[in-house]
């Protein structure tokens, strides 16, 4: 996606340790039309894919989940930090590094909406692993 990639070249800003700055139009401040672009371009990658939900984890990956479940006509599942008293046991929790962070951080997900015969996207801000 080349406005992406443009806006990540010109605003973008490597304080190393392979972490990228980017607050300025995806992870603090937000620019919908770029996310709504990434959101269609993903939506036109995976259109045959046979998506079902896209999972992403809070809070930045949120914005281009949403515009990419948008352009796909499916839900958005994000996995939580932390577990609210709302969702009830038993959970799915995941551990994954958080770069930014610099620690690693709980995802938790209720299998209240992650089904079998699910086929998930997982879309987020930046993947550090994979």
Do not use: C
């Not at 992406?4 to 039309?33: A, Y």
């Amino acid at each position: 996606m080349d406005a992406l990639k443009r806006r990540v070249l010109q605003e973008g800003q490597d304080l190393g340790n392979g972490i990228l700055k980017v607050d300025g139009f995806i992870n603090h401040q937000i620019d919908p039309l770029l996310m709504q672009r990434a959101g269609e371009e993903l939506a036109r990658r995976f259109a045959h894919a046979g998506v079902t939900k896209i999972l992403t984890a809070e809070i930045s990956g949120i914005a281009p989940a949403l515009t990419a479940a948008l352009a796909l006509g499916v839900p958005v599942i994000y996995a939580r930090k932390t577990k609210p008293i709302t969702m009830a046991e038993p959970v799915y929790v995941e551990s994954a590094p958080s770069h930014t962070k610099g620690l690693e951080v709980l995802l938790m997900v209720s299998p209240e909406y992650l089904r079998p015969g699910d086929r998930v996207l997982i879309v987020d801000d930046f993947l550090a692993t994979g």
